[in-house]
């Protein structure tokens, strides 16, 4: 090697440094960047003097060696065209032309062309197939560095630096902590096998769903915690249907997990059918069933407590309409309470399903779809902007005014759905959820409006927001309001989010309080698969013959697990009449 002068900016450790011009192999290339390092192994992008790319490898250990890459057959591992020795023995300098390609971390970071979901899943199920070769010559990954995954114009997968990589039950020497899975985090050498890289395949994906940076987890912590969110708190347009299928291969237990990656191989594409079913142009109006039902929670009447849960279903005449909702007051208020907060959202949700049977809020059938959400969407806002100066109204012509923070005024959560012409608009505020379920699998489709949550769907590292204090204090609610100048209350109300979804047959939806996922298992005994409440939900949902009974049986499942808070449920069966 020559020109070994060096610039700022590089690694003090490696011998290549960022402005180096290296000749390797009879070329004279010019480093242009680091792109990564992972353990030993540090990686440069260069271009020699025609303009063309190469990924530099610089092994920094010499007992490293490359029978992986002689064993495999698959183009779709990147081998090097030249090494050579690093100066003293000290290791090794790889030159790998680089491909017409972007790494995932590059593709996340495009915002002209981020990654599409129904993509994603096509370069998941073909960064399958490149692991199935690999796990056919006798050897494991255990991780995957979004910066060494490459993704060609024609969504091929390239993977780069995959030279030196262990068999089962043996721990690598280089470890992508942001994919890796807790058993090789943990250096659990006889856990680490093919459903690690399971987890690893999964946990890139679930990266590239969410388009979001890829965490490192502290020392002595697993990536778990991240992959406990599904990616839709990043990137709440996601289409449903994809999550539930992932999810399982993120599960921290490897004897729980999705057992191979044939297997989630078929998932992924499993998935990728889901969605493309599920359009508005295949939404039709097909014919609904609902059913409402609550309880004090047999652990909170033990204790004295009320019901403050409110609840709604409204079917229209032609059975082809639906309004559905769930309002749970939020406790501890000191000027009024949760029940009164959650009756005054309750009246405007009754007065929305009069409008709506009267023809108040009428739709010709020839509203263009944008249009007719875009009224929807008016409507279900207006539920909670009226509520919210009720509730106002009532504080002020019963408590004196006040003079600082208003944060003890009475409060509800709300979850609504209006299902009609095959679309389902969902509107949420606070910790009361709607599920979807698909025939095979269950998913939330609104996103909680607490601290954690929220926390992390703005930025913050999701090993820092699990630890805040207050995590599950909610962020958004019914009933928002600020001090006037006369000590008056005056309404705010709060940002809602909303979700269309469109509908298919034997799709079933449950609206439901905090009181029942709380409880979907037993009290102390931690959930630690990330949809093992949905896992539970889908038992019922998929079991239930008719939305009356699955909420009876909602009902029963929280109880029998203490139903220590009030539990409100509304279910909507969609048929194909």
């Known amino acids: ?72 057959r698959d183009d779709r591992l990147l081998r090097p065209i030249h090494s050579q020795p690093l100066p003293g023995g000290t290791g090794a300098l790889h030159v790998f032309r680089r491909p017409s390609a972007i790494s995932v971390n590059e593709w996340i970071a495009d915002p002209a062309a981020p990654p599409e979901p129904a993509d994603v899943l096509r370069f998941g199920i073909r960064l399958c197939e490149a692991v199935e070769s690999i796990h056919g010559a006798g050897y494991v990954i255990l991780s995957l560095d979004p910066d060494l995954v490459l993704r060609t114009p024609t969504l091929d997968v390239v993977l780069v630096g995959l030279d030196d990589l262990p068999t089962a039950g043996a721990l690598p020497r280089h470890i992508t902590g942001s994919t890796a899975a ?8 006889p856990l680490c096998g093919i459903t690690s890289d399971v987890y690893a395949i999964a946990a890139l994906i679930h990266g590239m769903l969410a388009r979001r940076p890829f965490w490192t987890p502290p020392p002595g912590v697993s990536s778990v915690v991240a992959h406990q969110f599904s990616p839709r708190v990043w990137r709440s347009d996601l289409p449903m249907g994809i999550w539930p299928r992932i999810a399982p291969a993120l599960d921290p237990d490897p004897a729980r997990r999705t057992p191979h990656v044939a297997a989630l191989k078929a998932l992924l594409r499993r998935a990728l059918d889901m969605i493309t079913a599920r359009t508005p142009e295949n939404a039709r109006p097909w014919k609904l069933d609902g059913w409402a039902d609550s309880h004090i929670g047999v652990g ?46 309750m009246v405007q949700v009754r007065k929305l399903f009069e409008e709506i049977h009267a023809g108040a809020a009428p739709d010709d059938g020839q509203t263009p779809l944008r249009d007719l959400l875009q009224k929807r969407h008016v409507l279900l806002w207006r539920i ?16 004196p005014p006040l003079k600082g923070d208003p944060s003890g005024v009475m409060a509800s959560t709300l979850v609504t759905a209006l299902v009609e012409d095959g679309m389902a608009s969902v509107v949420n505020l606070g910790d009361s959820r709607a599920y979807l379920w698909d025939g095979e699998t269950c998913e939330a489709i609104t996103i909680d409006h607490d601290r954690r949550t929220e926390s992390v769907r703005h ?11 207050a995590a599950g204090a909610l962020t958004r609610a019914v009933g928002r309001s600020v001090v006037g100048p006369d000590g008056k209350l005056v309404a705010a109300p709060s940002t809602t989010d909303i979700y269309d979804i469109p509908m298919r047959p034997g799709d079933r939806l449950l609206l439901c309080s905090d009181g029942l996922p709380d409880y979907a298992t037993p009290v102390g005994k931690p959930v630690l698969s990330p949809v093992g409440i949905e896992e539970i939900l889908a038992r019922i ?37």
């Not at 260069?46 to 064993?71: H, I, K, M, N």
């Not at 807790?182 to 050498?189: I, Q, R, T, W, Y």
């Not at 106002?392 to 019963?398: E, G, I, P, R």
């Open 1 to 72: 090697m020559s020109g070994s002068n060096v610039h700022a900016g590089g690694d003090a450790g490696a011998a290549v440094q960022p402005g180096m011009t290296l000749h390797v192999g009879g070329k004279a290339l010019t480093v242009e960047a680091a792109i990564a390092s992972s353990g030993s192994r540090r990686f440069h992008r260069a271009r020699d003097t025609s303009g063309a790319a190469f990924t530099l490898v610089e092994e920094q250990d010499p007992t490293s060696t490359q029978t992986l890459l002689s064993r495999v």
């Open 182 to 189: 807790p058993e090789v985090m943990h250096k659990l050498a």
């Open 300 to 345: 909170k009447a033990r204790r004295g407590g009320d019901q403050q849960d409110r609840l709604f279903c409204g079917v229209g005449q032609t059975l082809r309409m639906v309004l559905a909702s769930v309002a749970d007051g939020v406790s501890h208020a000191t000027l009024g309470d949760g029940g009164t907060a959650a009756e005054h959202t």
């Open 384 to 399: 909670q902007e009226e509520a919210t100066r009720q509730i106002a109204d009532d504080a002020n012509a019963n408590h």
């Open 459 to 469: 930025g913050m590292d999701p090993y820092q927001a699990v630890h805040l204090e």
């Open 541 to 577: 949902m998929q079991n239930a013959p008719d939305p009356a009974m699955a909420a009876h049986e909602f009902i029963g499942l929280a109880n029998r697990n203490g139903g220590h808070d009030n539990i409100a449920v509304v279910v909507v069966f969609v048929g194909a009449g």
